[in-house]
C-alpha cells in the first residue's frame, strides 16, 4: 500500500524560529499533496495544496507568509513555519492522493503527522 | 462552504452492540471517505465511497452513500473493544475528477466497553 511519511514526528522549538516539516511519498509519486492541522480533540482543518512545480494553494485565513510550502519533486512537500508562536502549537498532518491508480482511486493517504509544541 | 456534519459527536457502547454514525454534507460531491484515528496517531482510511447507492464493507464496519440525501452512514456490527477510536468522515470538495483538499465532519469519539 501507499506509504506518506513525515519527518520530524515531534518538535520542541522556541518561540519566533522557524520549524521545517517534510512530507514524503515513498513509493508513489504526488503531484498533490494536502497539508492539514488539527487542534487537540478537534478535527483536521484544510490549510494548502501543495502543488509539484507551481506555487501552493492556500485557504482562507492561512497565512501564506507564515506557512511556507515547497513541493520540490514529486515525492516531497515541505511546510516551514516561519516565527513560530505558541498558538501555532499543532498537530500537522499531511496526505497525498493516488490518483488514477486501478483499485485505489481517489484515496487520500495521510503521514503519520507532525506534533509541534511552541515555547 | 461545503460543511460536513457528523453525529452523534460521542458514543459509548457496549461491546456485541451495533450502532450507527451518521455523516451529513451539504453540497454536491463525487467522494465520500472515512477514516479513523487512534489517539495520538494519524488517520487511516477505512473506505472511500464513490458513487450513489455505494455500500462498502470491511469486518465489522460497513458504509455507505446515499448522494441525493446527502448522507453517509458508518454501521458497526457486534462491536469489540479495538474498534474504539475517533471516526471521521470526509467530503472531497471537488466534482468531476482530480484530488482535492478534504472537509472534514468534527469525529465520532467511539468507546467500546467490555
Known amino acids: 500500500g501507499a506509504v506518506v511519511s513525515q519527518h520530524p514526528s515531534r518538535v520542541i522549538c522556541k518561540s519566533g524560529t522557524s520549524v521545517k516539516i517534510e512530507c514524503r511519498s515513498l513509493?508513489?509519486?504526488?503531484?498533490?499533496m494536502f497539508w492539514y492541522r488539527q487542534f487537540p480533540k478537534k478535527s483536521l482543518m484544510l490549510m494548502a495544496t501543495?502543488?509539484?512545480?507551481?506555487?501552493?494553494?492556500?485557504e482562507q485565513g492561512v497565512e501564506k507568509d507564515k506557512f511556507l510550502i515547497n513541493h520540490a519533486s514529486l515525492t516531497l512537500s515541505t511546510l516551514t513555519v516561519t516565527s513560530a508562536h505558541p498558538e501555532d502549537s499543532s498537530f500537522y498532518i499531511c496526505?497525498?492522493?493516488?490518483?488514477?491508480?486501478?483499485?485505489?482511486?481517489?484515496?487520500?493517504?495521510f503521514g503519520p503527522g507532525t506534533r509541534l509544541l511552541v515555547l | 462552504e461545503l460543511k460536513v456534519e457528523q453525529n452523534p459527536l460521542f458514543l459509548s457502547m457496549q461491546e456485541g452492540k451495533n450502532y450507527t454514525i451518521y455523516c451529513n454534507y451539504s453540497?454536491?460531491?463525487?467522494?465520500l471517505y472515512w477514516y479513523r484515528q487512534d489517539p495520538g496517531k494519524s488517520l487511516e482510511s477505512l473506505f472511500v465511497?464513490?458513487?450513489?447507492?455505494a455500500v462498502k464493507q470491511e469486518g465489522r464496519l460497513m458504509a455507505s452513500l446515499d448522494t441525493k440525501a446527502r448522507l453517509s452512514t458508518l454501521h458497526i456490527t457486534a462491536a469489540v473493544h479495538d474498534l474504539s477510536a475517533t471516526y471521521f468522515c470526509?467530503?472531497?470538495?471537488?466534482?468531476?475528477?482530480?484530488?482535492?483538499?478534504?472537509?472534514f465532519g468534527k469525529g465520532t469519539h467511539l468507546i467500546i466497553q467490555p
Open positions: 513509493d508513489f509519486q504526488a503531484t498533490t
Open positions: 496526505s497525498a492522493s493516488l490518483s488514477g491508480l486501478a483499485g485505489d482511486w481517489e484515496t487520500q493517504y
Open positions: 465511497l464513490l458513487s450513489n447507492g
Open positions: 501543495s502543488n509539484e512545480g507551481s506555487k501552493a494553494t492556500y
Open positions: 470526509a467530503v472531497d470538495r471537488y466534482s468531476g475528477g482530480g484530488a482535492d483538499g478534504l472537509t
Open positions: 453540497t454536491t460531491s463525487d467522494r
